[in-house]
C-alpha cells in the first residue's frame, strides 16, 4: 500500500460520541415533537458531529463526477456504445446533462474529472485531467488495472478531498460516468458480500433479459478469472474495478481523514463506498448514502456499510444525481439545527411527560 | 352542497392524455437514459401534462398552512397541551419553526390560516383571519361542526386556490398546525376505508401506548356517536373531521378545478385527500403525495388514493414539512425537462436498440 494511502486510513477516527450526544440535545430543544423530522435530524446531528461546535452555515457543497472507460464493454455488458463516455463528459462541460441541472437547481457546484476516458480531451476548459490509461482492460480476460493503477486513481481521489478541504468545501458529493461500470460495481458487491453476480447485477442504463443473463456471466467469469482476494481490498478494486471507482474511493478516505461529510451516490459509488469501509471502517462515520437505485448491489451494499439510504426513488442514471438531492437534504437539516427557534426562547409549551 | 363547492366539483376534468404522451416524448429526448430519473420523470411528466405546453419555469411554490382546534384534546389524546396550536401560528408568523427553515431554504412562500385555533389573535400581522369557530366540538360527545362550518372551512379552501391562480403561484402546497389533529384525521381515514381505528391511530406527536391505546377508543367511540356517512364526505368530514382539514379539501379541490398542481402533507392533509377524491376522483390527477409518515393511517390513506408517496423519511411533524420537500423536487423536475439537452442538440449517440 502506498505511503499516502496510509497516511490517509491512518488519520481517520470515529466522530467523538460526546458531539453526538450535545448535537442530539439541542436538536431535541427546538420547536417541534422530539425526532419529528426523522432522517433529516439524524443526518443534521451526525454532520454536526463530524464538524464539531460551533457550527457554521454550509456555504459550499460539490459534487465530483469521475469518468472512465472499462475494457469489458467489449464483451456488449451495456445498452449504449463507449463513446458516450467522452460525449457525456462534454455534455456536462457544457452545462446539458440531469447532474448539471439538478446541481444547479441545489446550488452545488459540479467538479469534472478525467479518471480513464478512452478520449483525447486536449485543452478542453474546465475538466479536471488524471487520466491513468485509455479506459482498464476487459476484466473478464486480464485485470481491470494493476495495482499501481488503482493507488494512483485512489491518491487523485485523496488529493481532490485534500484541495477541498482547503478551499472550505462544507459538504462533499460523488459522481460517476463510464459507460459498462455498473459492471465492475457488480463484480466488486459479489466478491465482498460473497452473493453471486446473478444476486448483485441490474440492468444498467437499459439491457433486456437475455442480455443480463450475459451481463452475468461475464462478470462471473471475470471474477473466476482475476480470483480477487476479498481480503485485500485494494486487489478487488484492481482487478474488477475501474478507475473512476477507485477515485470515489480516494474521494471518500480523503473526506473521512479530513473530517468533511461525504454523500455517496447509486451503486457505482456504493461499491467504491464498501471497498472504502474495508480500508478502514471508520469511514462510515463520515459518509451518507443518499439512494437506493434500481440496481440490486445497492440493497446487498447497504448492508455491508450498515447504512440506509435517505431516498428510494427508483433513479438509476449515476453522475452524482442522487448524491445532490441528497446533500440539499443534509444541507436543510444544518439549517434547521440552526435556524429554528427552542421551545424556551419561542414560548412554545413542552409536552405534558 | 354549497353552490360555490359544486361549482368547484365540476370544473374538474382529468389531464389530456395526449398532453401526458407528448411530455414524457420530450423527457425521453433528453441525454439520459429513458426514466433513469424514476420518480422524478414520472411527477415532472404529469406537471407538464396539467400545465400545459409550452411550458413555463416554476416561478412562486407556496405552502399554506392551515390551522385549527380540536375539542377532543378534552379527552386527553394529544401529548401537547391545546395552547400549543397558537403558540406554534406565532412561531410560524415569527419564522422560527421548521416549515419556515425549510420553506426558505427551498424558496417557498409560507401561508399561515387560522382556521378555528382557540385564541383570539387580534391585529396580528401576516395570519390570514378564517377564524370559524374557537376550536370544534368534542366528537366524543357531538359532531366536530356543524355541515354549515364544515361546507364555509370548504370554501376557505377554494378561495385561496382561486387567489393563488390570480397570483401566478405554480406550485400549491398542503400543511397543518392543530394540536389533536391526528385524532380526527386517523377517524376520517377509518370510516373511509372500514379500517378499525387501530389500524389507522399512531402515536401522534409523542404518546406512549397506554395513551395509543386510550386515544384509539376515543376514536372508536366519536366513530360510534357520530355515525358519520361512508357514501358522503362532507358528512364524514363535518362530524369527525376538523377545521383545517376542511381547508385542506378545499385547497385541493380549488387547486384541482383550476389546474394548479398540489403536493400534499402528511396523514392531516392525506385524509383531506382522501375527502377531496371522494367528492371528486379526478382530483388525483392534480394532487402529488409527498411522503410516508410514521402515521399508520398514512399507507391506507396512499391505497385510498392509489398513489405512492415520493418520500419515506420517517417524518412526523406535519405543517407542510414533507410538502415542501416535494415540492422542491417537483421543481427540480421541471428543470430537467427544460433545461437539459437533447441527445440530438448534444451530440450524444443513443443506446444500441
Chains 1, 2 share one sequence.
Not at 455491508?304 to 444541507?331: H, K, S
Amino acid at each position: 500500500m502506498s505511503q499516502k494511502l496510509k497516511t490517509a486510513l491512518d488519520a481517520i477516527v470515529p466522530v467523538s460520541p460526546d458531539n453526538l450526544k450535545r448535537a442530539a440535545m439541542h436538536m431535541d430543544s427546538l420547536t417541534k415533537p422530539q425526532g419529528s423530522l426523522g432522517r433529516l435530524e439524524d443526518w443534521a446531528i451526525r454532520y454536526v458531529a463530524i464538524r464539531g461546535t460551533p457550527l457554521s452555515k454550509v456555504e459550499k457543497k460539490c459534487v465530483y463526477l469521475f469518468s472512465g472507460d472499462h475494457g469489458v464493454v467489449a464483451e456488449n455488458v451495456s445498452a449504449y456504445p463507449q463513446a458516450v463516455t467522452a460525449q457525456m463528459v462534454k455534455n456536462f462541460l457544457n452545462g446539458g446533462a440531469a447532474i448539471n441541472v439538478l446541481a444547479k437547481h441545489m446550488n452545488t457546484e459540479v467538479v469534472v474529472v478525467d479518471m480513464g476516458v478512452n478520449h483525447e480531451f486536449k485543452n478542453i476548459s474546465g475538466l479536471i485531467h488524471k487520466k491513468i490509461a485509455m479506459g482498464t482492460g476487459n476484466m473478464r480476460r486480464s485485470p481491470a488495472m494493476t495495482r499501481d493503477q488503482a493507488e494512483k486513481a485512489i491518491e487523485v481521489g485523496l488529493d481532490l478531498a485534500y484541495a477541498a478541504k482547503k478551499q472550505n468545501v462544507d459538504i462533499l458529493g460523488t459522481g460517476d460516468m463510464g459507460i459498462g461500470n455498473t459492471s465492475p460495481s457488480s463484480a466488486i458487491i459479489s466478491v465482498l458480500s460473497g452473493k453471486p453476480p446473478e444476486e448483485t447485477t441490474g440492468l444498467g442504463t437499459g439491457i433486456d433479459h437475455d442480455s443480463w443473463k450475459h451481463k452475468v456471466s461475464v462478470i462471473d467469469e471475470a471474477i473466476k478469472f482475476n480470483r480477487p482476494d476479498p481480503g485485500d481490498p485494494v486487489d478487488v478494486l484492481s482487478k474488477v474495478g475501474g478507475f473512476e471507482i477507485a477515485g470515489i474511493v480516494g474521494l471518500i478516505l480523503g473526506a473521512a481523514s479530513q473530517k468533511i461529510p461525504v454523500v455517496i451516490d447509486g451503486v457505482i459509488s456504493i461499491a467504491a463506498a464498501v471497498i472504502a469501509s474495508q480500508l478502514n471502517k471508520g469511514a462510515r462515520d463520515y459518509f451518507f448514502t443518499s439512494h437506493k437505485s434500481s440496481e440490486p448491489g445497492c440493497e446487498i451494499g447497504f448492508q455491508l456499510l450498515e447504512q440506509e439510504p435517505l431516498l428510494d426513488l427508483n433513479m438509476r442514471l449515476g453522475e452524482g444525481t442522487g448524491a445532490v438531492i441528497a446533500m440539499d437534504l443534509l444541507e436543510a437539516g444544518t439549517k434547521i439545527y440552526l435556524e429554528m427557534a427552542t421551545f424556551e426562547n419561542a414560548g412554545v409549551s413542552k409536552n405534558k411527560n
